[in-house]
Structure formats: C-alpha cells, structure tokens
C-alpha cells in the first residue's frame, strides 16, 4: 500500500498536518496539493480543530519545493494548472478560520518558502532554510511569491530573493521579517504546541478568525476600503459569546472561559 502523502493528528483542538515525502524532501506534486486542498476543505468546517501547525516529515525538509521531475515535462498549460492549485492551496492556508502556524523544520524552498508565507506564523528551526531559488532552472516563483514576498518584505528584498536565488538562514530571515521567531530543531514542535496552546485557552477563537480575514483581505485595499472591512469584522464580534465572555470576565476580574463561539 502506497504511504500517505499527508498526516494528520487532532490532539486537544491542535490539528497537525505533517507533508510526509521524506524520500522526495517533502517536495509539492500534484498528488500532495490535491490532498493538501481537500484537508483543508475538510478542516475549515470542522469544530474540533481550532489551530493548524503545518510541517515536513523528518529533519531535513519544511518543503524543499516542488517536484522539478514533474515539472520538467510540463506544457505551457500544464504549468499553468499546477501553479494554479499550488496558488489555491495558499489562499485556502490565507483564508482557513482557523490561525495557521508553520513549522519549519528543514528546507523551504521555491513552493516551500510560498506555502509558508501563506501561513499565519512561521516558526522556524535554527538549521531551516528559506529560499527562491526557481531562476537557477529558468522560471520563477509561481505558487505566489513574486506577490506576497512584496508584502512581506517589502519589493527590493522581494526581488532579491527571486533574481539572485540564495537561499536565506533561518536568522536572516528573521531579520527581513520573513519568520517570526527562530528555536532549536529539537524544540520546534514543542514551541509550535506552546503558541498553539497559547491561542486556544488564552484568546477568543471568533476575534482571531474574524482579525486574520481583516489583516488578510484588508492588505490588499486602499485604506479607507480597509477600514470600512475592519469595521464591519469588528462589529460582527459583538453577536459571539466569547466577546459577551470576555468582557463579563475582564469587568469581574477573572480569567474568560472562551468558547470559540
């Protein structure tokens, strides 16, 4: 029996999905962003996950990439289709109410670095990589990364990541502000737990649902337009019991007991 091509563990409201192509670096086809899709479809609607950690199997590789075996035999068109799905797979990571930690634990590289700038958090090992490397073999990042890097990073480090292709320590990442914090390979996933953890029993989980849609969609307006979304997500709050919850508890001096409703 062919091994899965992607795990998944629910432990107390932690939805782990593990990219588990060890052998290939964990590297993207379209076996891994078909499934990749419908998990996440999946997820979205589904109560008993409240935050997502994304991640690589083994040590060495986040996502080393996407499968330039496959790619190499691609037509014009067929390019066109796989960047396609790698780029729904990154607006469904933008746009899952649930928040998004990535784990990066090796390698992340072309499709990998894009999968994880998709992602809400990214925490990275100390030994991870990042990178966009795609002009060394004559194309140029298509799940999303001449796009979102700009946003990120702002254009002048976005375009020398994507004209030179070097590949960036897990610590100068950090310093153009592509990574939110770095930790020892062996505490990663711990530390993914922890912040995990952290937003689930400490936050209400409608606020940072309704919060990410506004950062997410509102970037991409004038800020007038941004403004009036903000408004409108923030009055949505009000009809949800953790807002009703969160105040009760603030006024009478006492932890919330936050719901996710």
Do not use: W
């Not at 563990?9 to 964990?26: L, S, Y």
């Not at 078909?34 to 060495?60: C, F, H, N, S």
């Not at 780029?87 to 899952?96: C, D, I, T």
């Amino acid at each position: 029996m062919a091994e899965d091509v992607l795990l998944l563990t629910v432990e107390d409201g932690i939805g782990i999905i593990t990219i588990n192509r060890p052998k290939a670096m964990n590297a993207l086809n379209d076996e891994v962003l078909r499934d990749l899709e419908r998990l996440l479809d999946q997820i979205k609607v589904d109560p008993a996950v409240k935050v997502v950690i994304l991640t690589g199997a083994g040590d060495k590789a986040f996502i080393a990439g996407a499968d330039i075996g496959l790619m190499a035999k691609m037509s014009p068109l067929g390019a066109r289709a796989f960047a396609d799905r790698g780029q729904r797979v990154s607006r469904k990571l933008e746009s899952l109410p649930q928040p998004v930690i990535a784990a990066v634990n090796g390698f992340a590289l072309g499709g990998g670095t894009e999968i994880a700038i998709s992602c809400d958090f990214i925490l990275a090992a100390e030994t991870a990589k990042f990178g966009q490397p795609e002009v060394k073999i004559g194309v140029f990042p298509g799940f999303g990364g001449s796009q979102r890097l700009v946003r990120i990073v702002g254009k002048l480090r976005a375009k020398e990541m994507c004209f030179f292709g070097e590949n960036l320590t897990a610590q100068r990442a950090r310093e153009i502000g592509l990574v939110n914090e770095v930790v020892e390979p062996a505490k990663l996933m711990e530390r993914a737990k922890e912040l995990a953890r952290k937003i689930i029993n400490e936050t209400g989980l409608v606020a940072i649902g309704l919060c990410k849609q506004s950062i997410e969609y509102g970037s991409t307006l004038p800020l007038d337009e941004g403004l009036k979304l903000e408004q409108a997500l923030f009055s949505m709050c009000f009809d949800s019991h953790d807002q009703k919850e969160g105040m009760a508890a603030f006024l009478e001096r006492r932890k919330p007991k936050f719901t996710g409703k």
